[in-house]
């Protein structure tokens, strides 16, 4: 079968590995559509950093591996001691490896596992024609939900995760910094939880026309005072929740300089540099920073139920294309910033 392989720094090729077979507990896969995440992205052109160059505790793998873990698919095995799952249920994968006996994992917060681990960073993952996953990772869905919207909600989960953090209902006013996948998510998920003011800031004109297509508000940073305007549109309150999904320090600083009293920052972006945080506007606000990471199951049902609804639209930032077109077209143009998202159907 073909299967985007990981080497190491700028060496992905689709390679013919050999075709697994589902292990007792696990069922065997036809994978639909894969999304290319910006952790693929960081491990291309500065990894390896969460792909294992020895053994993984959890997962016994290590480089080379075949990489990716957003992914839906369809089952075409089951292995032994399997009854809840037979051939033809399409599934989403909720790709998390967790060692369940630390403290986190205890608390039911297996999202923050000490030892965690991703099917597609620290396993064989989701890019390939067929991938082996264990039951606990999947999840059902409706027939109104496609195997494109499916690959999807790995990471509008992520978003649908960090809205929860926000503890936002209908009525309150909540910002998102940046218009990527991520905040497009944000966007989506704070929608769905009712919230009609939802304003999202972004710099760049393509991502702005992109999320205002879907029926998003945006603002421009460089064209507009952000919290001068924020200030004025809830009467001096501030913002009941802001979402960093940006990851640079501008929209750091712009997002707590917006928030209100005793509101979170909730920062959902992976930060590449360090930031120099205005402590004095916390202190004086009693505001936080809140950080956010990955999901729960709780979360995936929350997005697949959402889906099922209609809420989530794909038009125009989400791009397919063929596996054998991963690297040119998925991760050099996600890289230049002239695609937003970007599904590989490992069929053709």
């Not at 290319?36 to 291309?44: P, Q």
């Not at 067929?130 to 978003?159: C, K, N, Q, W, Y």
Request: net charge negative; aromatic share 6%.
């Amino acid at each position: 079968m073909r299967a985007a392989v990981y080497y190491g720094p700028n060496k992905i090729e689709v390679d013919d590995v050999a075709e697994p077979d589902p292990r007792p507990g696990t069922v065997k896969l036809k994978v639909g559509l894969n999304g290319i995440c910006g952790t693929d992205l960081h491990e291309y052109y500065a990894g390896p950093i969460f792909v294992p160059t020895e053994p993984h505790p959890l997962t016994h793998q290590q480089l080379p591996l075949t990489i990716g873990h957003e992914f839906s698919g369809t089952v075409v095995a089951v292995g032994g001691g399997v009854t809840d799952w037979q051939e033809g249920d399409r599934v989403a994968v909720e790709p998390v490896y967790k060692c369940g006996h630390c403290a986190p994992c205890r608390a039911g917060n297996y999202n923050v596992c000490q030892q965690i681990a991703f099917h597609g960073l620290m396993s064989d993952g989701g890019m390939a024609e067929f991938t082996i996953v264990p039951t606990d990772m999947l999840h059902r869905l409706p027939d109104g939900v496609s195997l494109e919207l499916g690959a999807l909600v790995e990471p509008m989960s992520v978003a649908y995760h960090a809205a929860t953090l926000g503890d936002v209902a209908a009525g309150d006013t909540a910002m998102v910094f940046g218009a990527g996948p991520i905040g497009i998510g944000l966007w989506f998920a704070l929608r769905g939880k009712g919230l009609d003011d939802v304003l999202v800031v972004e710099p760049s004109p393509t991502r702005r026309a992109a999320i205002e297509a879907l029926g998003a508000r945006t603002l421009d940073p460089a064209a507009l005072d952000v919290p001068a305007f924020i200030a004025d549109h809830t009467r001096g309150d501030g913002a009941d929740a802001v979402f960093d999904a940006a990851g640079v320090a501008p929209a750091v600083s712009t997002a707590l300089a917006c928030v209100g009293s005793r509101k979170p920052m909730v920062s959902v972006a992976i930060y590449e540099k360090p930031l120099e945080t205005p402590l004095l506007n916390l202190v004086m606000n009693e505001s936080r920073i809140q950080g956010s990471l990955c999901y729960t199951g709780a979360d995936f049902e929350a997005v697949i139920a959402l889906m099922a609804r209609g809420a989530y639209d794909t038009t125009g930032w989400v791009t397919r294309i063929p596996i054998e077109d991963v690297i040119d077209e998925g991760f050099e143009e996600l890289h230049a910033g002239t695609k937003m998202k970007v599904l590989v159907d490992p069929a053709v």
